[in-house]
């Protein structure tokens, strides 16, 4: 009489691991939606719809979303991503497109942070102010540069280029 009660014990843990195993199953069924959100000017939303889909690799529940979250973040011109699920079956993605506010030198591009962009097709961002230094970070320049960009809001008037010598002279 000894181990009927401990055998009782492990056949009720049986029954609810076997039960919450077919719940999880249950509620981890494949995604039927994925909406992706946000407003696009560089970025392809088709490209953006099929780095996700390929990165899906699970259900409801079972799906990697910091993963899924990391690999988005890491194309060129996503500047963030918001990845969340939402009952029954969906996957909201919110993405916030990069955007080039300088180019840096002769090639490169930057960011409102005066971090480097790599755009690889840049025909249409010409008209961009080139910043040039041979000293300081892109960073310092960018922040320079809003500053002296925000002083000239009154008069009107634009800087096609700033340039910072090896001196540090502006």
């Known amino acids: 009489f000894g181990s009927l009660p401990l055998l009782i014990l492990l056949a ?3 029954l609810v691991i076997y ?16 909406m992706i959100g946000g407003d696009f000017t560089f970025l392809k939303t ?7 889909v390929e990165e899906i690799d699970g259900g409801f529940l079972s799906i990697d979303l910091g993963h899924l979250s990391a690999v988005l973040d890491e194309h060129p011109w996503v500047d963030e991503v918001s990845v969340r699920r939402q009952w029954p ?18 090639k490169g591009f930057l960011n409102r942070l005066g971090e480097e962009l ?8 010409g008209a961009l102010p080139v910043l040039r230094a ?5 960073r310092e320049m960018m922040e320079n540069y809003q500053l002296l960009a925000e ?3 009154p008069t009107g008037l634009k800087i096609a280029e700033l340039k910072r010598d090896d001196l540090g002279v502006w």
């Open 151 to 153: 002083l000239l809001i």
């Open 89 to 106: 079956s969906k996957l909201k993605v919110e993405v916030i497109e990069e955007v080039p506010i300088a180019r840096w030198g002769e």
């Open 46 to 52: 088709a490209e953006l719809t099929e780095l996700v």
């Open 118 to 125: 790599l755009i690889e097709n840049n025909s249409q961002l």
């Open 19 to 34: 039960g919450v195993s077919l719940l999880y199953k249950q509620i981890d069924r494949p995604l039927t939606n994925v």
């Open 134 to 138: 041979d000293f300081g970070s892109s």
């Open 12 to 14: 009720i843990l049986a």
